[in-house]
């Protein structure tokens, strides 16, 4: 089967397509056939060699495709349409999924769009309820609100609470967007100060949540941003790594909850529990056509290079999706 | 009445005695013939100005006492010995405490012990259970083990749950009393790398839960003690509050959960719910002689200077008291 590597970490050059035997499955495995893949930061964090999360040197952690084989221990069968998180290896025509982590595709949804659910769903999902504990009272601030977790966790905020939904994003494109999605204050970063807008918008108090894939450039800001007693759950760092001079007296008085988390380095059983109660809570909402699968756009699986290329513009208003079969 | 207010931001010698009427009670309240108070470590940071908490000018938090006279809204009599956090006040020889946090002072425990029970148990009990979730398989790491918050969290860790303790204090004595304590693993800070004896005590895999009193001098050894996945609550800052560099890739790797938390500036609420929760859990405990109230010395009430000077030389090893009435 045909699959992309690394030659060796740097850009997106770098990606090439080798041949590789079929998986093989273990107890619990099913072999998918893969229609649709995605691209996500993590992908582009591999490439250059920052992380090693991977089972295996084929890129990629999420696909959606067709159940071609079943190892004994599931109960899944042949033919089903699936979507789910890999641990590795979903940038090729046939992947290994644990089958405990194997989402049914809803009828209404294409593969290209459900390549476009596991990864930023589960995490938007994980970040806003497991982590940051949303209620209906609270407001919560999502930062890159046009990215694919931005618009995955303004989807499931709004769907699943009455929470008050804050938005940055860079482009009036893409605020536009964030509002078609229910965000209630959408803040252009470029023109606004995101952390004035933030306190106008929730009388002075701040806001109760921050989701942050921003980091570094943010810190100070975010700070201001957060109510006391406020979660701070930080996902991504696209703004820099290295805050200089952390107060820590500020955290304290403010009570701060900073919660930094990452969702592919986790375990096989945290990600199926996750997955688990996605399903059972979220799906619903995908058959209703409440929540929708946010496609950027679709790159064919030989343009992988291209679509890296894309996702490093930070240009794409919701998911890359690669078609992969 | 006569009670401790500062003459002007500064040193122990701005501690002044003055005469108050006596305070007044709103519905709810009881008037404590306060007969021991306790020194604490945001006395001294309200004493140097740089908080200003308290509803009143007199400092002090804790007190033990007897109820002298009650508001309606409540049911405790006249004559009952209490124990409790007071909202400012506490240095005088009558204070106002809401009755809904007063705590009735066991037989067994003289008024200088119990005043020595509230503002650290109670912390160490927020810190160990509602922030930090500690649990039976769990490994602790307790910073300034000699303290007073030091000496009720170990106590409370081992008398409440299965959990590891490790502690880490800076002279053989202290590491001692700690043993005594029923601490595991004690670690002379002075002599010994606590992070890497940390470490060795979990196998490398890092502790579960750390009790930071320390923040800045121990950012990155704190980080280096820490398991992934692991909860780091910080609630104070003896070693300096600004961190140079902190890089947030580290945390993301860890999935660090950073609990910054104070516990006197807290709404009346959060006081009466965890006074309540830790007198149905951790009072029997006082009461069978398995958990003791550690009294480092005890200090007439004019010799408050004096006392203040103690604690600032980080000498005391339990709670630094007040001898009041």
């Known amino acids: 089967m045909r699959a992309v590597v690394v030659n060796q970490p740097g850009g997106p050059e770098q990606l090439q397509f080798q041949d590789f035997p079929l998986p093989k499955l273990q107890i619990g495995d099913l072999l998918v056939k893969v229609k649709a893949s995605a691209i996500n930061r993590s992908d582009i964090i591999a490439r250059e060699g920052q992380s090693n999360y991977l089972a295996t040197p084929i890129l990629g952690i999420e696909v959606s495709g067709e159940v071609v084989e079943v190892a004994s221990g599931t109960n899944i069968e042949v033919g089903t349409r699936v979507m789910g998180l890999v641990n590795g290896g979903g940038y090729a025509e046939y992947v290994v999924m644990p089958a405990d982590r194997a989402m049914k595709i809803p009828e209404n949804l294409s593969f290209e769009e459900a390549a476009a659910i596991p990864e930023v769903f589960l995490t938007a999902y994980q970040t806003l309820f497991w982590l940051g504990e949303l209620t209906d009272q609270d407001t919560v601030l999502i930062h890159a609100g046009g990215s694919g977790v931005g618009t995955a966790a303004i989807q499931l905020a709004k769907q699943m609470t009455q929470a008050k939904v804050i938005t940055t994003a860079g482009s009036q494109d893409k605020l536009d967007f964030c509002r078609s999605l229910g965000a209630d204050v959408c803040i252009n970063y470029k023109e606004q100060?995101?952390?004035?807008?933030?306190?106008?918008?929730?009388?002075?108090?701040?806001?109760?949540?921050?989701?942050?894939?921003?980091?570094?450039?943010?810190?100070?800001?975010?700070?201001?941003?957060?109510?006391?007693?406020?979660?701070?759950?930080?996902?991504?760092?696209?703004?820099?790594s290295e805050v200089n001079k952390v107060n820590l007296m500020e955290l304290l008085q403010k009570r701060v909850q900073l919660k930094a988390t990452l969702l592919t380095p986790r375990?096989?059983?945290?990600?199926?529990?996750?997955?688990?109660?996605?399903?059972?809570?979220?799906?619903?909402?995908?058959?209703?056509?409440?929540?929708?699968?946010?496609?950027?756009?679709?790159?064919?699986?030989?343009?992988i290079q291209n679509a890296h290329k894309h996702m490093e513009?930070?240009?794409?208003?919701?998911?890359?999706?690669?078609?992969?079969?």
């Open 313 to 325: 513009a930070n240009k794409n208003l919701g998911k890359i999706i690669l078609r992969v079969n």
């Open 193 to 240: 100060s995101f952390e004035e807008e933030a306190l106008i918008a929730t009388n002075n108090q701040g806001v109760d949540l921050i989701l942050d894939f921003i980091g570094a450039s943010y810190w100070e800001r975010n700070l201001k941003s957060l109510k006391t007693d406020g979660r701070w759950i930080m996902i991504g760092i696209l703004g820099g």
């Open 267 to 303: 375990s096989d059983e945290y990600k199926k529990e996750l997955t688990k109660e996605f399903v059972q809570n979220a799906m619903p909402l995908f058959i209703q056509n409440k929540i929708k699968a946010i496609v950027d756009q679709v790159f064919q699986f030989e343009d």
